[in-house]
């Protein structure tokens, strides 16, 4: 009769013992695909589900812990918008005239009775240069330097009978100006 190896599970956040370790994951694909036991009978032997035994089929290390939803931030929600309108005016500010983050804060404080933390303020600012920007290039063109082109299929009335036509279209990037040939 073979070995049976238990491995003993890791409390997860809420101390309840729900997290499997890579560990967990090794046992899991060995007795089936080695061992070349059942799903079913691997979930019963370990006491795991099924579905926590096809998981770990699927993936080869356990995924990492993600959120459903973002986590509220109730005491920075409500100046939020005063911040990031600040954080506008600094991208705009030379320099020695823009605001750090201890003075935002010190403002917060003074001007809108902000009960928070310094950190609180800081880890916001922090997260507000990391946001993903809107990026884009612009496109210029000299007259006459570059154009799109494209080949058309179309059914024209032509003296009271329908027939197909071929047309060619170019618009010419600098003026936007169109060209339509049959």
């Not at 600012?125 to 290039?137: G, N, Q, S, T």
């Not at 496109?139 to 006459?144: Q, T």
């Amino acid at each position: 009769m073979a070995d049976v190896l238990y491995l003993e599970m890791v409390p997860d956040a809420k101390g309840s013992e729900g997290m499997l370790t890579v560990d967990h994951y090794e046992l899991i694909r060995r007795k089936v695909i080695i061992e070349g036991m059942g799903q079913r009978g691997t979930a019963k032997e370990l006491g795991n589900s099924r579905e926590t035994v096809a998981k770990a089929l699927k993936l080869r290390i356990p995924p990492g812990y993600r959120l459903s939803q973002p986590r509220s931030k109730p005491v920075v929600e409500p100046v939020q918008h005063i911040i990031d309108a600040w954080l506008e005016e600094n991208k705009k500010a030379r320099r020695k005239q823009k605001q750090t983050a201890m003075r935002m804060y010190e403002r917060l404080r003074d001007e809108y009775g902000f009960t928070g933390h310094y950190g609180t303020v800081q880890r916001y600012i922090k997260e507000a240069a990391h946001r993903p920007k809107e990026v884009f290039m612009p496109l210029k063109f000299e007259p006459g330097e570059e154009a799109q082109v494209d080949w058309h299929e179309g059914w024209i009335f032509d003296n009271g009978s329908e027939r197909k036509c071929q047309f060619f279209s170019m618009k010419l990037c600098y003026s936007k100006a169109t060209f339509v040939c049959d």
